[in-house]
């Protein structure tokens, strides 16, 4: 789906990009620095490399606001949109001997998850307090949440693609060498901008069972630090879900996410159940 690039300037090698909530995406004009997004106050929230980037050419920003960094007979071009609301970076693959696996790097401290339908999020843990009771819990603040890739040819014709993680590295696998596909093909991750408040709050399998055996009663004792108040407004939630875990074979656990968007105001929460991670 065609996004429009926001308002942009050039400024001491750098393309930079207004967000909606006044926040900033930097697309460095040279390929090596990549993008980050800072938000309103200034703190960096998300920063990303881009693949090949020591093979790309120096930015170039086109009429329509997006910024390409030109590859070689070896390394597909990027291709960079910032919107307000999400940045698109596009590989341009030109032939078939070209890679088929493309790097995106979120940095020390970041871990890359790949969900069940596809998409991916990016995430940083750490010990979060909760500021009225100063208990302290393991809390991941998401700092990428990535759709679905996508990758077609110049006819349209959909190129089977998919993403691993590798630590804090989100890979894209496009396969355009298995089939009979007309080049250029474009493959893509879409970010969306991360909001200023973006947590997740993962329960255990013992702390699963406890909500499940317990019911409300039991979140009294589950720290959930910063998340506190969510876990409490999703507590019936919680418990249902903590039920559904606990019947599944193999068991689940249970967690709960929240996000406070920038356009529409107001906290938006959901509770579901995993595997993996800290559920064991």
């Known amino acids: 789906m065609p996004i429009a690039a926001a308002q942009t300037t050039e400024s001491s090698g750098q393309i930079v990009a207004t967000l909606d909530g006044g926040g900033k995406a930097t697309i460095a004009a040279v390929p090596d620095d990549g993008i980050s997004v800072r938000s309103s106050d200034g703190e960096e929230t998300m920063s990303v490399s881009l693949p090949g980037a020591v093979h790309l050419d120096d930015a170039t920003v086109g009429k329509d606001g997006s910024v390409t960094y030109l590859g070689d007979a070896n390394t597909p071009s990027i291709n960079v949109i910032a919107s307000e609301e999400k940045i698109r970076a596009s590989a341009i693959i030109s032939d078939a001997s070209q890679t088929e696996r493309f790097e995106y790097d979120f940095g020390g401290g970041v871990t890359v998850e790949i969900r069940q339908d596809g998409s991916a999020i990016a995430y940083t843990a750490e010990e979060s307090t909760d500021p009225d009771t100063g208990v302290t819990a393991p809390v991941e603040e998401i700092v990428a949440d990535v759709a679905p890739p996508w990758a077609r040819d110049a006819d349209g014709i959909d190129v089977p693609t998919r993403y691993k993680a590798s630590g804090s590295t989100l890979v894209q696998v496009v396969e355009h060498r298995s089939g009979n596909y007309t080049y250029p093909i474009v493959a893509d991750p879409t970010f969306d901008r991360p909001n200023f408040f973006q947590y997740r709050m993962r329960f255990n399998r013992a702390e699963t069972a406890i909500l499940y055996d317990k019911g409300l009663g039991a979140l009294g004792g589950l720290a959930c630090g910063t998340m506190a108040p969510v876990c409490l407004l999703a507590a019936g939630s919680l418990v249902w ?19 406070q968007p920038y356009v529409v105001p107001g906290l938006v929460w959901w509770v579901d159940t995993y595997r993996g991670g800290p559920c064991r």
């Open 241 to 259: 879900n903590a039920g559904i875990a606990e019947k599944s074979r193999p068991k689940k656990c249970v967690q709960v996410t929240a996000t």
